[in-house]
């Protein structure tokens, strides 16, 4: 089946240090969707990307959307405090019918 | 704006013993999902449903059960715990299985001694 995978697994980033996060599919996806898991909390949505080599922007942060629609890559610019937290992706193949999420980023940002 | 709440968010109990969790949406979303959430494996889709009365397996579906007699309601269940079900439970909602942006419940966390 349609497997999800998320390199790093750890990242510590000095604060204002950029930090970037990969997603890998086994499989070809129609969509992507990036979470944001804090400490204790529960998963926010941040974005959803579904064109091949679509790149969409959040302030400081970057989606891409690999040509072949395969990866997809989550890039912050001058990390805060407020970035901690672990960063799921979640891919839809053409055949399944839900998201399968890659088993995240966890990132720390020391001030 | 009440959103997706899930009960109760903290439970232990004894493995043989039969668990439920509860979830609840007030946005008439149509599909509900349940997720299990392990260190290292992020999150793993336990069973989902389309609609009322309408549900199906996950990944890692062995040893729940779950319906959906109302739209808003979309309880889990494990039959007989086991302390590999010990983890975080998150509940989920969306208007299409295929469209938009899932909605996370809070969480509840399931200790199984």
């Known amino acids: 089946g349609q497997q999800v995978m998320q390199i790093p697994q750890y990242q510590h980033v000095q604060e204002g240090e950029d930090f970037t996060t990969y997603c890998n599919s086994s499989?070809?996806?129609?969509?992507i969707q990036w979470y944001k898991q804090r400490p204790g909390g529960h998963p926010v949505f941040l974005i959803q990307?579904?064109?091949?080599?679509e790149v969409k922007k959040q302030k400081r942060l970057t989606f891409q959307f690999g040509e072949a629609k395969k990866n997809s890559s989550l890039h912050i610019t001058a990390t805060q405090t407020t970035d901690v937290g672990t960063y799921f992706c979640?891919?839809?193949?053409?055949?399944?019918?839900?998201?399968?999420f890659g088993p995240g980023t966890r990132l720390s940002v020391l001030p | 704006d009440a959103g997706i709440t899930q009960s109760p968010r903290y439970k232990i109990t004894e493995t043989g013993r039969q668990v439920t969790l509860m979830c609840h949406q007030t946005?008439?979303?149509?599909?509900m999902f349940w997720y299990r959430q392990d260190l290292g494996h992020g999150l793993r889709l336990i069973y989902y449903s389309a609609a009322a009365d309408i549900t199906d397996k996950g990944e890692v579906s062995d040893g729940y059960v779950v319906s959906r007699s109302k739209t808003e309601n979309f309880p889990l269940t494990l039959e007989s715990a086991t302390r590999s079900q010990t983890s975080v439970y998150f509940c989920a909602s969306n208007r299409g299985a295929d469209t938009g942006e899932l909605f996370f419940g809070e969480g509840s966390r399931l200790t199984v001694l």
């Open positions: 990307l579904v064109k091949s080599g």
């Open positions: 979640a891919g839809r193949d053409n055949y399944g019918q839900n998201f399968v």
């Open positions: 499989t070809t996806l129609s969509n």
């Open positions: 946005w008439s979303h149509s599909y």
